[in-house]
């Protein structure tokens, strides 16, 4: 599974941003993709993730704000950023966790894209 992550930027405080995430290869296996962001000296956290069935799941600080949708025929994952503030800015990673027929779990990366919010 390859995911390609697009839609970083500079934003102003209360703007918005979408992101997305383009997986290929064997997206048939893939379970769940998702966003993670991480700050210099911080962990990688979760952001917002969503199930092949539509499941969503998001990180306290996001709730309301953020929101994860998936077109499944694109194999795409976006993530919808909205009323965005300085606390927001972070390098923002897609992942996607895939279920072989073998019932093997893997966990794929994306390349981390730039999010700059300014006050």
């Known amino acids: 599974v390859q995911l390609q992550a697009s839609g970083g930027g500079l934003v102003q405080a209360g703007g918005s941003l979408r992101l997305s995430c383009q997986a290929s290869?064997?997206?048939?296996?893939?379970?769940?993709i998702g966003w993670y962001r991480q700050t210099p000296g911080k962990l990688r956290e979760l952001v917002a993730d969503i199930t092949k069935d539509g499941n969503t799941n998001y990180g306290d600080s996001v709730k309301g704000r953020f929101s994860i949708s998936r077109d499944n025929a694109k194999n795409t994952v976006y993530l919808q950023m909205n009323n965005l503030t300085p606390e927001d800015t972070a390098v923002y990673y897609c992942?996607?966790?895939?279920?072989?027929?073998?019932?093997?779990?893997?966990?794929?990366w994306g390349q981390g894209t730039l999010v700059t919010v300014s006050s």
């Open positions: 992942n996607a966790d895939v279920v072989t027929s073998d019932d093997e779990y893997y966990g794929y």
């Open positions: 290869g064997s997206t048939s296996d893939i379970y769940s």
